[in-house]
């Protein structure tokens, strides 16, 4: 049976970087993706905009990972760091740090960050299984063409945005609604290079639609497919419209499908905290980050530790975009650089606690909050 100081479930943004902060600090890590691509919804959904991670004031509120992401989102193609954010300085109001990528440069980026971290990278590998003694988890059951096989470690991190972890180890989690997102790289012969365009030719394509409550929670298999069959009915409509008004097949069409599910919400923890918000504009003594406001510049929230905290479980952590979040303030969790920063504190607290041979609420407070200062977080607002 193989064995790991830390296993990450999940390679999405939140994993790689869970698998990143624990891998480069000595730890061994495995990170088990069900894909063949790392990077989540950010690569495989083809989600390619790289939301802010300063305030919209000129102020970066996000640092780490999420910093370092974003420049290596376009090492292997189009995209770059807004021109006022290459040197230090004013920004303008309103003048956002934030990226466009393509999928496919995010991926080989991911790629070789985690070969570099040493990072044992299971792809085409689904978390299956997990064995709980008490409130630990002693080991996960993959299935992969080997086979189904079981991985120890001693502590685990879900970053399946699902909390597909958590949820069978028995811990607590809840749900809530989505809308139905048909999305699309589309070649598009009209179309100009843009901030929101990959190129000449080259754009999204998203067709937003509100459904009757409990249509799209994803918590099912047959919801996770009926929402992937109603998403892509939608975009063969918008072709035929297209056609019908004179497009041709040659001068648009869908160039790329997404080949995860785009659900933006579907399970998360119930945290030793939940993130409302109504708390969402406190000051936490456990704080481990801060996120701005990517719809609204202005506001600046605090991250506390206890969020990543699944209730019962004492050697596991949530990253990503099922953390203990709910209500609007997810909208501004669920995100590529939040995700990033919650999957960096997570890995950099199993680190720690396997250093100290301690819980994951063991190690809250100092220690933690040192260590991602060494890597430029802030964690209070006053700070910036
Ligand atoms: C429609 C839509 C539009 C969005 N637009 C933007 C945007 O413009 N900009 C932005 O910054 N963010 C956007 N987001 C949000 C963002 O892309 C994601 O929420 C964010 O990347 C979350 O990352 P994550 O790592 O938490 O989760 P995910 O990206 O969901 O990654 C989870 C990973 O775990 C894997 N996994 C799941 N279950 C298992 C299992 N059982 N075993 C093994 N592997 C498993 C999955 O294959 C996946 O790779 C959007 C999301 C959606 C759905």
Redo the contacts with the bound molecule.
């Keep these: 049976m193989r064995s790991f100081d830390l296993i990450v479930?999940?390679?999405?943004?939140?994993?790689c970087s869970a698998a990143l902060a624990a891998a480069r600090r000595g730890k061994s890590v495995a990170l088990?993706?069900?894909?063949v691509w790392p990077g989540?919804?950010?690569t495989?959904?083809l989600?390619y905009?790289?939301?802010p991670i300063c305030d919209g004031c000129g102020r970066q509120v996000s640092f780490g990972l999420a910093r370092e992401l974003l420049t290596a989102a376009h090492a292997y193609g189009p995209g770059e760091i807004p021109e006022h954010w290459q040197a230090p300085g004013p920004k303008p109001l309103n003048d956002r740090l934030y990226t466009i990528f393509s999928p496919a440069s995010m991926v080989l980026a991911l790629d070789e960050l985690l070969e570099e971290a040493g990072v044992s990278v299971w792809f085409d590998?689904?978390?299956a299984g997990v064995r709980r003694t008490g409130g630990q988890v002693t080991a996960v059951e993959v299935e992969n063409k080997s086979g189904r096989l079981t991985l120890e470690a001693d502590y685990f991190i879900d970053?399946?945005?699902?909390a597909?972890l958590v949820r069978r180890a028995g811990g607590e989690c809840f749900s809530e609604e989505n809308q139905l997102?048909s999305?699309a790289i589309e070649y598009d012969a009209t179309a100009q290079r843009s901030p929101r365009n990959l190129a000449d030719h080259l754009k999204q394509v998203v067709i937003n639609r509100t459904v009757p409550e409990g249509r799209f929670r994803g918590i099912s298999g047959e919801s996770v497919s009926r929402m992937i069959r109603e998403s892509r009915r939608e975009l063969r409509n918008r072709y035929r419209k297209l056609y019908a008004e004179g497009r041709t097949r040659d001068d648009c069409f869908p160039l790329l499908v997404p080949t995860?599910a785009?659900?933006?919400r579907t399970f998360s923890i119930r945290g030793r905290l939940l993130l409302t918000p109504e708390l969402s504009g406190e000051q936490f003594d456990d704080s481990v980050g801060l996120f701005g406001n990517w719809i609204t510049p202005g506001p600046v929230h605090e991250l506390p530790y206890r969020v990543l905290l699944p209730a019962e479980l004492e050697n596991v952590w949530a990253?990503?975009?099922?953390i203990s979040v709910t209500g609007e303030t997810c909208e501004l969790t669920?995100?590529?650089?939040v995700?990033a920063m919650s999957?960096e504190i997570a890995g950099t607290a199993a680190a720690l606690a396997a250093d100290a041979g301690s819980s994951a609420p063991g190690v809250a407070g100092g220690r933690l909050q040192e260590e991602l200062r060494r890597v430029e977080f802030r964690f209070h607002r006053e700070e910036l």
Excluded at 9 to 15: P, S
Excluded at 319 to 322: E, H, K, P, V
Excluded at 334 to 337: C, L, N, S
Aim: positive net charge; aromatic residues 6%.
């Design positions: 479930a999940g390679g999405g943004i939140a994993g088990l993706e069900k894909s989540g919804l950010a495989a959904g989600i905009v790289y939301l590998t689904l978390l970053a399946t945005g699902d597909d997102s999305w995860l785009n659900f933006r990253a990503g975009r099922c669920r995100v590529i650089p995700a999957g």
